[in-house]
């Protein structure tokens, strides 16, 4: 079996599998960083959203053997004790009802403030359409978005 | 074994007694799944010291230990409604505890210690709201008795607040854990002994509480079903039968077993016919080291079906015959009055037909279950809304008793009654059994959806007759749909009565002649109860008819909603249902009766806060209906748009509620909005077709569901302040919705609604 390196969450790691294994389960099995879910493995409904270097990216539907040497954040790289101000504004709007998705959600807003630091309501909108919430938290996360910009 | 105990620990606080015993080394060669997450759980002998300490018991929903720490036991499933909170809290209130320091614990599936764990129908608070009062008031008492004793003090000058027992006139106050030794030794007081706080003297109960799992959702902390680890546990993923009675013929695994990672393949017996809840369907599993060799092993699996008796199903050719079927005279299931001679009377008369597709529940966490078996035993942990019912059934499944049978619940990432169903946790524990492999089962996203226990589709006519008198003189409601108890007896072809007790029997209008028929169906998928259940069309075709009346007879829908509820009364049914009852939700008609004042009072309530009557700008427009399921009463105001391109844009969801005491307003609030959404999901998006018997949408993006830029832009919830006995809040949101939206649209637009979902471009 090949070895491919990741940098994930400012580690190296080295992983023996399979190089077509979407990062996803490499990243919620061999890493045991299982914050990051699966929905649907076809990129249709973020709820496996990181960062790769400062985009979103859906890891379900991303070879690791596409990654290189970009840089991996998860949810529990995003902040050292969770209290980034996506994280924090969150709670602030105690924004999860299952809570399920809320981890893509936030890594999806994450990238959305790196390059648009102060949302429309329509940017948030528009970046915010590929992650699902069953539950229906769209207007906390979309509030929280805002308050979390704000900060 | 190291098995991981799933989140018994409470947010932000890793706390004293949840320890982590060991952490193994998560990076494997080979792609091996051989760890995990480890939490052990020291269990109220020793504190993290290993100082032993007491514990104060009084009744299975608490313990205070003589360290001062608080543990309440969630006995419920958290599946987003906030139920880990909100029933904790009801107890800490009682007792007077710190809240900041009460460590939640969630329970085993054991019905015979904590009750009823089914979480579904909207009733853990409706259930548990006194035993949880009693539970904090009993350990109150005790505590107080064993300060005043100290103290040589009345008891009743004695109170509790920030888990301290405190003597008002001395200023004396003594920390629980200091008393535990003297009132564990006292006997239970009896519940008559007891005294439940004043709803004046409330600090949490009608307060707002952030949810307890709060902070480690958003750090990613959360263990779901999915994130359940125990040491060499496999991963099994299955190719079941497309078509619903379809079995298995043969199969050949030969592609599957070269695909590294994958151990062996097994084939499942079922596919029956009815097709239960507790029983898999046929299919063939494979087992692998992790869940893309098995993904990728189930897609090198080839398979020949025997694909039984709904190989030609077609869901729209049902319709159409469902259609054709509810033109006919059906059973009567109530009658009031005389119709015909109403009919005969008529002025003018109303009729149209409704059709509703099937809806799947998709929650974002598919389904999913970890079964151990060691030494005739299984342990399973799974995102269970019936670990009760889920032990029952691996018990039946494997021919051992319950009692060796431990179901862990996890959080469950959405449930809406797809989770209380077993199958998924009953397939683990057979493959477990039949590997003797620790084996978690994961369904993909086209998995559940393509078996999902689903809502089912149905087809409605209401005619509406309205006498000389411009009064609604007649109403006749035909019914068609598959009914959930067909999944239990396929013999079963029409609606059951506590369907039709869901918006059509229970239809509350003072018309002098009211007739319910029902008509055959036959279900041929497996049928299940998704969030709000049969309300959900019954009030779609309901709601909608009920505007257009108001139309003919050129009253505002308000006033005619006011009008036909009447006086204030509670209405019973009983006498009017044909050879049935009606169930009113499981609860008895006398203690929880149908009050038009309650009803009245949302309504007006709505009308107020939403500015019902104002002007809009041109192109939006307002619609209304009203609504009691889950016997909460819920009055809905929308407001809509609709542009050149036929787009919907959803600008204000009004809602007024009365559930009677509302324990925490903003979980009760997210209800709402969440149902909203839910509810706009199904009407606009969402509709499962079936070809061939083969349900035709495979992912998100075939079964829609409502996305944040269509989604409702502001909802407001208004709570009606009451100290009646609290009522569910998980479903209520959802049926008034849908018609609402659909009379906003025909005000916007002059197009009535009568399919969903909603496709104004037809």
Redesign the interface.
């Known amino acids: 079996?090949i070895a491919t390196k990741l940098n994930i969450n400012k580690k190296t790691?080295?992983?023996?599998?399979?190089p077509s294994?979407?990062l996803l389960?490499v990243l919620?099995?061999?890493?045991?960083?299982?914050?990051?879910?699966?929905?649907?493995?076809?990129a249709?409904?973020g709820?496996c959203t990181v960062l790769l270097d400062e985009t979103a990216v859906r890891s379900c539907s991303l070879p690791i053997s596409a990654i290189g040497d970009k840089a991996i954040t998860?949810?529990?790289g995003l902040?050292e004790?969770?209290d980034h101000p996506l994280?924090q504004a969150?709670?602030e709007h105690?924004?999860?009802?299952?809570?399920?998705?809320?981890?893509g959600q936030?890594m999806n807003a994450a990238a959305l403030l790196k390059s648009k630091p102060n949302p429309t309501d329509e940017d948030?909108?528009?970046a915010?359409?590929?992650?699902?919430?069953?539950?229906?938290?769209?207007?906390?996360?979309?509030a929280a978005i805002k308050t979390a910009a704000s900060y | 074994m190291n098995i991981l105990a799933p989140f018994q620990k409470k947010s932000k606080d890793v706390s004293s007694q949840v320890f982590k015993a060991s952490r193994r080394d998560f990076i494997k060669i080979g792609g091996m799944l051989t760890g995990g997450l480890v939490l052990g759980i020291n269990f109220f002998s020793c504190n993290e010291k290993g100082k032993k300490i007491s514990t104060l018991a009084p009744n299975v929903y608490l313990r205070i230990t003589s360290d001062g720490e608080v543990v309440i036991i969630a006995h419920r499933s958290e599946m987003g409604q906030g139920i880990r909170t909100s029933l904790p809290l009801i107890v800490a209130d009682e007792l007077g505890a710190n809240w900041s320091k009460v460590r939640i614990i969630q329970a085993e599936g054991d019905e015979k210690t904590y009750g009823s764990q089914n979480t579904d129908g909207s009733f853990s608070v409706r259930m548990f709201y006194k035993p949880m009062r009693e539970a904090g008031a009993i350990a109150k008492l005790l505590l107080i008795q064993a300060a005043a004793q100290k103290w040589d003090v009345p008891i009743t000058e004695c109170d509790t607040e920030n888990s301290q027992v405190i003597h008002k006139t001395s200023n004396k106050s003594i920390g629980f854990g200091e008393l535990v030794e003297t009132a564990k030794n006292s006997p239970i007081p009896a519940l008559k002994d007891i005294k439940l706080k004043d709803r004046t003297q409330f600090n949490m109960i009608g307060h707002q509480t952030p949810i307890i799992d709060l902070h480690d959702i958003v750090s990613g902390k959360a263990i779901f079903g999915i994130d359940a680890v125990v040491e060499n546990m496999k991963i099994a993923v299955i190719k079941r039968c497309p078509t619903l009675g379809g079995k298995v013929k043969s199969f050949d695994d030969k592609k599957t077993l070269s695909i590294p990672g994958v151990i062996k393949v097994i084939p499942i017996k079922g596919g029956d016919i009815p097709p239960t809840i507790e029983k898999p369907l046929s299919g063939v599993a494979v087992i692998a080291e992790n869940t893309w060799a098995a993904i990728k092993g189930r897609d090198a699996l080839e398979v020949e079906w025997d694909l039984g008796p709904n190989a030609q199903y077609d869901s729209t050719k049902q319709l159409e015959e469902l259609t054709q079927e509810v033109q006919k005279s059906g059973t009567l299931r109530r009658n009031r009055g005389d119709f015909n001679k109403a009919k005969a009377g008529a002025k003018q008369l109303i009729e149209h037909t409704y059709i509703a597709p099937y809806l799947a529940h998709a929650t974002v966490e598919p389904p999913n279950a970890l079964a151990v078996i060691k030494n005739g035993s299984c342990e399973i942990w799974a995102p269970t809304q019936h670990p009760q019912g889920a032990r029952d059934a691996v018990a039946s499944a494997l021919g051992i008793n319950a009692e060796k049978v431990k179901v862990n619940v996890t959080l469950l990432g959405g449930g809406f009654g797809r989770k209380s169903k077993p199958d998924f946790i009953v397939e683990a524990a057979i493959l477990a059994k039949e590997s003797g492999l620790p084996i978690k089962v994961q369904w993909t996203r086209e998995d559940d959806l393509h078996h999902d226990f689903f809502h089912a589709l149905s087809v409605q006519r209401i005619v509406a007759t309205i006498d000389q008198d411009n009064k609604l003189s007649g109403w006749n409601h035909h019914i068609a749909y598959p009914s959930i108890s067909a999944t239990f007896d396929a013999a079963v072809l029409q609606a059951a009565d506590g369907e039709l007790g869901q918006g059509a029997t229970d239809f509350p209008y003072n018309v002098p002649s009211i007739k319910v028929e029902t008509h055959d169906a036959k279900a041929h998928l497996r049928i299940g109860w998704l969030r709000s259940v049969r309300n959900i069309p019954q009030v779609f075709a309901i709601g909608t008819m009920l505007d257009e009346i108001a139309e003919a007879r050129k009253m505002d829908p308000i006033a005619q909603a006011l009008e036909l509820l009447g006086d204030d009364r509670s209405i019973t049914f009983n006498e009017e249902m044909v050879n049935g009852t009606y169930t009113n939700y499981g609860e008895n008609i006398s203690d929880y009766p149908w009050e038009t004042a309650r009803m009245k009072n949302v309504i007006q309530r709505v009308a107020k806060e939403a500015g019902w009557g104002k002007k809009l700008s041109s192109g939006s427009a307002l619609g209304f209906a009203a609504h009691r399921s889950f016997l909460t009463y819920v009055a809905c105001i929308v407001e809509v748009s609709v542009d050149s391109n036929k787009k919907i844009s959803i600008h204000n969801v009004h809602y007024a509620v009365d559930c009677g005491t509302a324990v925490n307003i903003d979980r009760v609030k997210s209800q709402f909005e969440g149902g909203a959404q839910f509810s706009a999901s199904l009407a606009l998006k969402s509709e499962i077709t079936v070809k061939n018997g083969r349900v035709v949408q495979n992912n998100y993006d075939g079964y829609q569901i409502i996305r944040m830029p269509e989604s409702p832009k502001q909802i407001h919830v208004h709570i009606i302040d009451s100290e009646a006995k609290p009522t569910g809040v998980g479903e209520p949101p959802v049926p008034p919705f849908t018609p609402a939206l659909c009379n906003a649209i025909y005000a916007a637009t002059g197009k009535r609604i009568y399919k969903l979902p909603i496709d104004l471009t037809s």
Do not use: F
């Open positions: 079996m790691h080295t992983v023996e599998v399979d294994t979407p389960w919620r099995e061999h890493l045991d960083l299982v914050g990051t879910k699966y929905g649907c493995g076809v249709s409904c709820a998860t949810i529990e902040s004790n969770g994280q969150w709670e105690d924004v999860p009802q299952c809570g399920y998705c809320q981890a936030i948030i909108d528009t915010m359409t590929g992650n699902l919430c069953r539950c229906g938290t769209y207007l906390r996360i979309k």
